[in-house]
């Protein structure tokens, strides 16, 4: 809001998403330790500098195509460096903390249990002894096949990027619920499914709470607009990161 131009704050809108934000961490920890525990560091250093370079490269399009001109100078004042103090650092601390609790105890655990239920129940309410019958397999099952020339076509890797709209944290929850174990995780993907899974989840549509930031700023076509491109870019970088992993 800052920034004077409105075509300066739609192309930062735009293009912020694809940055790694602490929400996606959980995601990368789980799999890079599980698949990539020998290049933990390069692996997410990989993902940092892959997000910043979508961005600018999404920027450069945008700025070349859609919002060609002249440029329009931005001057910010800032204000004066000193050490934080120690109060102001401990309610840095606790209101961080707070939010991850307040999303932790009502969007993760929400999705949690609507997550456990589809899972357990099938369409007339019984309980399933396979969770292949459940509720949750037969809508999963039906955009599976969207993720399996990305290498991850599994129903419930399908429900666990779905969850991941609400909130990028609930990923691990999902998965946690499904798989159980991470030995089952392993067994149902390879390394290359991984790493063309980490893309997807880096780049694919930013979560409920940033789709109404963009809706509240832009409006609803261009909330839409950043769901559906986002998707699109993340499935194809996905779909290149899994090519030349099989290749090599």
């Not at 063309?196 to 076509?221: D, H, M, N, Q, W």
């Amino acid at each position: 809001r800052a920034l004077e131009h409105r075509k300066d704050r739609l192309k930062t809108i735009l293009i912020t998403p694809f940055m790694s934000c602490s929400a996606k961490l959980p995601i990368y920890g789980v799999f890079i330790s599980a698949f990539f525990a020998d290049n933990k560091a390069a692996v997410m250093m990989f993902l940092y500098l892959l997000g910043i370079f979508i961005a600018i490269a999404s920027g450069l399009l945008l700025k070349t195509f859609v919002y060609n001109g002249q440029p329009v100078p931005f001057v910010m004042e800032l204000p004066n460096y000193r050490m934080p103090g120690a109060k102001n650092v401990g309610l840095l601390l606790w209101d961080k903390a707070k939010d991850f609790l307040q999303r932790a105890f009502t969007v993760i655990f929400m999705a949690t249990l609507a997550i456990w239920f589809l899972q357990t129940f099938d369409g007339h309410l019984n309980i399933v002894s396979d969770s292949q019958e459940s509720i949750l397999a037969t809508v999963a099952s039906v955009i599976a096949p969207v993720f399996a020339p990305m290498g991850f076509g599994d129903w419930r890797i399908s429900t666990a990027l779905i969850t991941g709209f609400m909130a990028k944290e609930s990923v691990v929850s999902t998965l946690s619920v499904l798989f159980g174990q991470t030995s089952v995780l392993l067994g149902c993907i390879t390394p290359v499914s991984a790493a063309s899974l980490l893309v997807f989840c880096l780049l694919y549509t930013p979560c409920v709470a940033a789709i109404a930031s963009i809706k509240r700023e832009l409006g609803s076509k261009w909330a839409v607009g950043v769901v559906i491109g986002q998707c699109v870019i993340a499935w194809v970088a996905a779909f290149v990161v899994y090519l030349v992993g099989s290749i090599l």
